[in-house]
């Protein structure tokens, strides 16, 4: 089974640049979540999708950052314009559904810097 | 407010000998625990979990044990191996009304010496 794709990898912009993610769950996995990591810090929960409905987003800073979840499979990130402190990994991660206990598949990540 | 802590941000043990990463919480609504491990550059990995309403679960050489009333869990590792060197992650989850919701500690790193 494939896992978790994101795209890009890395990225570096300057502040109050734009950026965008890209991730592909898990085929068939109806929650996909997106978080961020700060260097030396857990995740932290940024949004939360179930299919293409926002089941979460109460730590969203939505006056910079957005996600979008297309036809309840594929998912962007979008950050505009970007701090200093946006500096982090961003992980996308896909589950089967949002029961406890339910099992959270992770992506690679996408480090970003901004300068 | 931290709900998820570990407080012991690194951890050196020698191969073959047991380790334990410890994590306590402060929220009793959580109803269910996990553990991750993160090798660098690489997304967490899930590793075990264990429902509140358990008190042990083992998986292999991993064990964790919740302690409800101390609000405090532990993953156990025997014996451990040079692979097994990782950040650990421990989360917690709880049912918000209309989803489950996962909140991690500040993680681990631990440190298998030969």
């Known amino acids: 089974e494939a896992g978790v794709a994101q795209s890009p990898r890395y990225k570096i912009i300057e502040k109050r640049q734009s950026v965008a993610f890209w991730c592909n769950p898990i085929?068939?996995?109806?929650?996909l979540y997106w978080y961020q990591q700060i260097l030396g810090q857990g995740p932290k929960l940024l949004i939360q999708?179930?299919?293409?409905?926002?089941?979460?987003d109460s730590q969203l800073p939505k006056d910079r950052f957005s996600a979008e979840r297309l036809k309840g499979v594929d998912s962007t990130l979008k950050i505009q314009p970007a701090k200093l402190e946006d500096s982090a990994v961003y992980l996308c991660?896909?589950?089967?559904?949002?029961?406890?206990?339910?099992?959270?598949?992770f992506g690679s990540g996408t480090r970003l810097t901004v300068v | 407010d931290q709900q998820v802590k570990q407080n012991s941000p690194s951890l050196s043990v020698q191969e073959g000998r047991i380790s334990i990463l410890n994590c306590d919480y402060t929220?009793?609504?959580?109803?269910?625990f996990l553990w991750y491990k993160k090798y660098p550059a690489e997304g967490p990995t899930f590793l075990i979990s264990?429902?509140?309403?358990?008190d042990k679960n083992e998986d292999g050489r991993f064990t964790v044990f919740l302690n409800k009333s101390a609000k405090h869990l532990s993953l156990h590792i025997v014996p451990s191996q040079p692979g097994d060197s990782a950040v650990y992650f421990c989360?917690?989850?709880?049912?918000?009304?209309?989803?489950?919701?996962?909140?991690f500690g500040t993680g681990t790193r631990l440190q298998v010496t030969l």
């Open positions: 991660a896909s589950s089967l559904d949002s029961f406890g206990g339910t099992v959270i598949a």
């Open positions: 085929s068939g996995h109806a929650t």
């Open positions: 999708f179930q299919n293409n409905g926002v089941v979460d």
């Open positions: 929220n009793s609504m959580f109803d269910y």
């Open positions: 264990i429902s509140s309403i358990k």
């Open positions: 989360a917690a989850s709880q049912y918000t009304g209309t989803a489950s919701k996962l909140t």
